[in-house]
């Protein structure tokens, strides 16, 4: 158990619909990204979060946003979904401090999202 | 975007064999790391090197990292059925300040051991 959780574990809906995905990080870690991985796409980085601001961003569409809240835990948003927006969405914490960049991924067992 | 990419993209081997996957990456990079991953899992962490060591054993695993061609090994030996998943290696960059840390993933390679 990487202590890192994701709900919900599977999540079905229809194209033009609004999704939130929810994330917990590991208790201590305080960053939180957010990763997309699909059949043709491999993992993809979609954002990153540290202490509640974005510190990174990657591949992400301006249809998803995503907020880490003062408990750490994070949320994102997946709007106006499109067929090809089904993947599975990975949620991973690290520590990532100033000193501790050298410090792996822990993370969820991810949300699967079908888009009907 | 892609920063590692993995080779071969799938392997088949017999139980008890060694199984050595490579990464290549474009960029400077902090550390690599290398993952696993089962069939519509969460990635598990198995070895992270940093850029300014060469080589990194852990039980089974053996890593090798060669900043200068770029490029990383992770070996397995005396491989088991349970190794069987895809296996991901991922550059680490950091950049400055605390929590700015991208780690970018490649395509991984599906390993197979069949019993």
């Known amino acids: 158990d990487s202590g890192v959780t994701q709900t919900p574990k599977h999540l079905i809906t229809a194209t033009g619909q609004r999704v939130t995905l929810r994330c917990s990080p590991r208790?201590?870690?305080?960053?939180v990204y957010w990763y997309q991985q699909s059949l043709d796409q491999g993992l993809q980085f979609l954002i990153q979060?540290?202490?509640?601001?974005?510190?990174a961003k990657g591949n992400i569409l301006e249809r998803f946003s995503a907020q880490q809240f003062p408990d750490l835990h994070s949320e994102l948003n997946l709007s106006s979904l499109e067929l090809g927006d089904s993947a599975l969405y990975f949620c991973?914490?690290?520590?990532?401090?100033?000193?501790?960049?050298?410090?792996?991924?822990?993370f969820g067992n991810g949300t699967r999202l079908t888009v009907t | 975007s892609q920063q590692g990419e993995e080779d071969p993209q799938a392997l088949s081997i017999q139980e008890g064999e060694n199984a050595t996957m490579n990464c290549s990456y474009k960029?400077?990079?902090?550390?690599l790391q290398w993952y696993r991953q089962n069939s519509g899992r969460g990635l598990v962490h198995l070895i992270l090197?940093?850029?300014?060591?060469r080589e990194k054993h852990s039980g089974r695993l053996r890593v090798t990292l060669d900043t200068s061609k770029k490029s990383s090994s992770l070996l397995i030996t005396a491989s088991r059925a349970a190794d069987t998943a895809s296996y991901f290696c991922?550059?680490?960059?950091?950049?400055?300040?605390?929590?700015?840390?991208?780690?970018?993933f490649g395509k991984g390679t599906k390993l197979s051991v069949i019993p």
């Open positions: 991973a914490s690290s520590v990532d401090g100033r000193s501790s960049y050298n410090s792996p991924l822990h």
């Open positions: 208790s201590g870690d305080l960053s």
């Open positions: 979060y540290y202490n509640g601001e974005e510190r």
């Open positions: 960029t400077s990079i902090n550390n």
């Open positions: 090197i940093r850029s300014n060591e």
């Open positions: 991922a550059t680490g960059l950091r950049h400055s300040g605390a929590g700015s840390y991208q780690l970018t």
